[in-house]
Structures are given as structure tokens and as C-alpha cells.
């Protein structure tokens, strides 16, 4: 029996009784036969041959293309795996089976170059995962199919001949200086011109140029390596006939050194030594600094003064450093300190020398060696001053003190000059309001007799109240003039008499200023409104000036009280 051509069978059972005779009775079934499947069947390609393409700028993991060998066998009898057989095909790409078991799944496995290989070739095979050693005589259970990939070609950037550029140039070099050359091509078009340039933000100080043409890169500047060693620079390449394809790489410029900077001290030095001191006792190690990489500190000699009139002893140590000896006899102490000089060279090519100063003072010590005083404190001591340097300090301050006064003395004249002005000036008084009133509704709606004196007012006559904080209609009678000879003093005292009558003249509004005066009194009212003559003025007060106190004999003597005679 084969699964493969018949699964399923249907049996028909009948049974009989008597014996099967005729008179009995019978009855029948349906039997259902199902064949089980065996792994008898091996896989099978349906196609010796597949082809299938890609392009070159594929990444890797990308899917070129599906292979199913055919097995009739049912479940995991049909399960395959799936290999390539041929090395070369296996570096390029790899093969692997689905997540049914059944379909082989190829990909690329590392990157394509359409200008080095634009094809491959290779054979794939599948095989059973589960073989039944019953069925082994029918033959292997694999199949082998041949794969043809047609690499395709993409347009690329520009390759540089390099993935990365180290160019070395020596210092001090003038602008213009070769440093080095970069080169790319376009591989899909090798004949294709390309640009180059160097990206901004890469050389912010625009130390170096390059040539658009051929890549060659040259100073811009003079380069110092104690200022900075490397420069990195990231260089682009375009191609002309498409801007869009372009590429970048790394170039990295070392600066090299140049003897150029002499040797120095690595500190200033300002020491003291005890005036107590042993003859050859070491007072300083003095070391030397060199900022070039060829001349470094190891390699500076050091040299102070020579001679029997050397104060202090320079001993080379020869590896960048000197002692600092007090010579055989002790040096006499002094009130300045001791400047010794320092000579430095290196042994460059050509060797470069600078001279150094170090400062030493003579001074006492206490017995655990501590400084207790220099010398040159009694510089700084004020009787170390001169007569004339004293006499010109005391010029100064006075000259100083001179023009502080005046300055003061205008600056208050300045000021009371103003003041006066402040004072005499009627327009500082004045006062603008931004309010506009409501005319003649304001005047008639305020009752005005409130602040007027009460006891100076004229007894109502028939008829409206006059008012007096507006312009009167009609005016006051006249008073004529008395008969005789004129008598200037009478007359005047007449003209006053009828303007303080007369309600007509100003100021008729000024009681407006004024505050509302009370009644009770035993002064009376001061106000000199309504005041006048006897016939329309106020009377005076009741009880003389005299018995008001002495805080009235002013007034008193205004209105023409007498003063009381002296005791």
C-alpha cells in the first residue's frame, strides 16, 4: 500500500446468521482504513537550476531569494535542511531554512562588489532531517539544485585608496609647505574626475589647504608644535559628475619638533638662606624646563657665575638639574638680596641658551632653622624715607587737602544760590490740576457761607443772600467826596473804607482758601475779611488788646493799641 497514491480505505462488513442460509437475518459496517505515512519518499527540486539577482550595495542578512525542494511525506518526515555546497558560494552568501521546516531561505552573508564579481555560481542541497533506516534502499533522501546570483550594479561613492591618511610636516614651516596627498576614484567610472575639500568644522583655524583637483594638501600657516601636535582633519570627495555620490575620510597631520625654544628655569626662584649657614651647604636644586621634544629637560646644562668673586657655587647635575652651594667662605651679609645668574643651554642642533636670575636673601633664622628676618625689611621701614621723599608726601597731601576745600566751599555757594533762586521763583508754587470742572453746577452746588465769618457777616436784608465767592451785578454806592480842602491821609482812609465795603472788588473769591472758623472765641475773629470801617465792617473786640497776653502785643500794636508803660 502507498500513502502517497491512496491515504484512506472504506471497508464494507456484513455479517449473517443461519449460518448464511436463506431465512437468516444479516447486517452490515463501514469500515475506514487510514494508511499512517513513512518517511519512503526522498526530497525533490522541482528545477535543476535557480537564478536570482542582487544589487552590490546589499547589506548583509538581505534575502536574495527562496528554494523549495518537494517531499510528499506528511508532518516531520517532510522536515529538510538545506546547505550550499560549493566554498566559493558559502563565503558569499548562506542558506538557511524557514520556520516550517520546508522552504530554504538564502541571504547575503558579507558585502558585494559588482567591480570585483558580478556573478556566482553554486550548488545547494536538501536533505531529510529524519531518515527511516527501513526505507534506505530506495535510495539517498536529498536532492541538489544548482544557484546562479547576478550581482547587480549601484551607484557608489567615491574609495579612497586609504581608510585612513597619517601625514607628518615639521614645524616652522612657511605657508605653502607640502604635507602630503590624498587620492580617490569613482569605481563604477574609474575615469569619472573627482573634487576634494577639507570640511570647516574639521579645521577651524584654516591651518592647511588642499588642491580641488589632485588631493594635495599644503600649509596655510605656520605650524607650532608647542602649541598643538596633531591635527585632524576630515577630507570629502565628490564626484563632479554627480554631487550627491561623495565620501569622507580621516587624515591625521602630526606637527614634529623643531628646536626653536631655548631652555628656561621650571619656577622662578626667591629663596633665603641663614646667615648662619655652613660654608658648602646646599641651599636650592635648581631644575630647567625645554618645551621642545629634542631638546627635552634631561638634555640641559646649567652654569652660574665662576670665579673668587662668586658669591654662590652652581653645581651641574646633568640630568636638567643644578645644587645650589654656598661657596668655601660665607657670603657677607648685605641689605639687598643676591641676584645670581643662571646660564641654560640644551644640546640641540643648532644649541639654544637663555639666561635666568635667582634671588637669594641673607637671612637670620631662629635655631630650628625657621626665617625670623630679612635684610630687606629695613628698606620698608619708615625712617628709611628721605627728607625730600617726606617733604614731597606732605606737598601732596596738602595740595589734596586744599582742593577737597575748595570744592566743598563752591559746591555750597552752588547750592544757596540756587536756593534763593527756589525761593524767588512763584512758578515752583504753582500747581496744574488735569481735572476739568463742572462750571457753574460745582458753584451753586457748594454753600459757601460755611466758611465765611460768621460773626463779620452783614445782617440779611430782604431779598436773596448776597454771595461772595462770584462777581456781584450791581456795585456799591460811591461815597462822595467830603467839602473842604483835600487831605490826602482822609482821602485815602476813604478809598479804603469803601473797598473793604464794596463786595464787587477782588479778592470777592479768596474765601474759598480758608477753613471754616468756629464760634466762641473770647479773642473774637483775627480773619481780616469784613474788616473795615464802623460802618460795614466788624466791630473790635469787646475788652482791649493789652489783657490778651503778650503773644498779641504784635497785633496789638498793628491796630493801634497802645503798649503798657514800662515798670
Known amino acids: 500500500m502507498d500513502r502517497e497514491t491512496q491515504e484512506e480505505f472504506l471497508v464494507v462488513i456484513q455479517a449473517k446468521d443461519m449460518g448464511g442460509h436463506m431465512g437468516g437475518l444479516s447486517g452490515s459496517t463501514t469500515v475506514t482504513v487510514t494508511l499512517s505515512d513513512v518517511n519512503d519518499n526522498p526530497p525533490k527540486f522541482p528545477q535543476s537550476l535557480y537564478q536570482f539577482s542582487v544589487v552590490e550595495t546589499a547589506a548583509p542578512g538581505t534575502l536574495v531569494g527562496r528554494l523549495k525542494a518537494q517531499d510528499p511525506d506528511l508532518g516531520d518526515n517532510a522536515l529538510m535542511a538545506y546547505s550550499i555546497l560549493d566554498g566559493e558560494g558559502a563565503e558569499a552568501f548562506s542558506i538557511s531554512t524557514d520556520s516550517q521546516g520546508q522552504d530554504g531561505l538564502l541571504t547575503v552573508r558579507k558585502p558585494l562588489d559588482f567591480e570585483t564579481r558580478r556573478s556566482y555560481t553554486f ?3 536538501a536533505t531529510n532531517t529524519l531518515i527511516d533506516p ?3 534502499r530506495r535510495g539517498p533522501f536529498k536532492d541538489v539544485a544548482s544557484v ?14 586609504q581608510a585612513t591618511y597619517h601625514l607628518s610636516v615639521p614645524e616652522n614651516k612657511v605657508p605653502g609647505t607640502l604635507v602630503g596627498q590624498i587620492s580617490a576614484s569613482d569605481l563604477d567610472s574609474p575615469a569619472s574626475p573627482i573634487r576634494y575639500s577639507i570640511l570647516p568644522y574639521s579645521d577651524p583655524e584654516r591651518c592647511f589647504s588642499i588642491e580641488p583637483e589632485d588631493g594635495t594638501i599644503r600649509t596655510a600657516v605656520l605650524l607650532d608644535r608647542e602649541a598643538r601636535v596633531w591635527h585632524n582633519l576630515t577630507v570629502l570627495a565628490t564626484e563632479l559628475d554627480s554631487s550627491a555620490q561623495s565620501s569622507r575620510v580621516q587624515v591625521a597631520i602630526q ?4 628646536n626653536d625654544n631655548a631652555p628656561q628655569l621650571a619656577e622662578p626662584y626667591d629663596i633665603f638662606v641663614c646667615d648662619s649657614a655652613a660654608p658648602g651647604q646646599l641651599i636650592q636644586v635648581i631644575r630647567a624646563l625645554d618645551r621642545d621634544e629634542l631638546g627635552n629637560s634631561s638634555q640641559v646644562s646649567l652654569q652660574g657665575p665662576v670665579g673668587p668673586d662668586a658669591n654662590f657655587t652652581v653645581r651641574d647635575n646633568r640630568d636638567g638639574s643644578a645644587n645650589l652651594l654656598l661657596p668655601s667662605r660665607p657670603a657677607p651679609p648685605r641689605q639687598a638680596p643676591y641676584l645670581v645668574p643662571i646660564e641654560l643651554w640644551d644640546w640641540g642642533r643648532p644649541a639654544l641658551s637663555s639666561t635666568a636670575t635667582v634671588t637669594i636673601s641673607v637671612c637670620r633664622c631662629r635655631p630650628d632653622g625657621s626665617m625670623a628676618s630679612c635684610w630687606p625689611e629695613a628698606q620698608l621701614s619708615p625712617t628709611g624715607l628721605s627728607t625730600g621723599a ?14 577737597v576745600v575748595l570744592f566743598v566751599a563752591l559746591r555750597r555757594q552752588k547750592q544757596e544760590a540756587l536756593m534763593v533762586l527756589e525761593e524767588e521763583d512763584v512758578r515752583e508754587n504753582i500747581i496744574t490740576y488735569d481735572d476739568e470742572g463742572g462750571g457753574e453746577e460745582d458753584t451753586e452746588a457748594f454753600d459757601i457761607a460755611a466758611l465765611q465769618n460768621p460773626d463779620g457777616a452783614a445782617p440779611s436784608a430782604a431779598g436773596p443772600p448776597v454771595r461772595r465767592d462770584v462777581l456781584p451785578r450791581t456795585r456799591a454806592p460811591r461815597q462822595p467826596r467830603p467839602p473842604g480842602p ?3 491821609a482822609q482821602l485815602l482812609a476813604l478809598r479804603l473804607r469803601e473797598a473793604d465795603e464794596d463786595p464787587s472788588v477782588p479778592p470777592y473769591d479768596s474765601v474759598q482758601v480758608y477753613g471754616y472758623e468756629g464760634r466762641g472765641s473770647s479773642c473774637g475773629s483775627l480773619s481780616s475779611l469784613g474788616s473795615g470801617s464802623e460802618a460795614g465792617g466788624v466791630p473790635g473786640p469787646t475788652e482791649p488788646l493789652d489783657d490778651w497776653g503778650p503773644l498779641f502785643r504784635t497785633l496789638a500794636e498793628l491796630y493801634g493799641a497802645k503798649e503798657p508803660p514800662a515798670p
Not at 148 to 160: G, K, L, M, T, Y
Not at 255 to 258: F, G, R, S, W, Y
Not at 392 to 400: D, S
Request: proline share 7%; net charge negative; with cysteine.
Open 486 to 488: 483835600a487831605d490826602v
Open 255 to 258: 606637527t614634529l619638533d623643531e
Open 390 to 403: 617726606l617733604l614731597a608726601i606732605v606737598t601732596c597731601m596738602g595740595t589734596l587737602l586744599a582742593l
Open 123 to 125: 550548488r545547494v542541497e
Open 148 to 161: 546562479r546570483v547576478v550581482v547587480q550594479d549601484a551607484p557608489e561613492p567615491p574609495a579612497f585608496t
Open 134 to 136: 527501513a526505507y534506505l
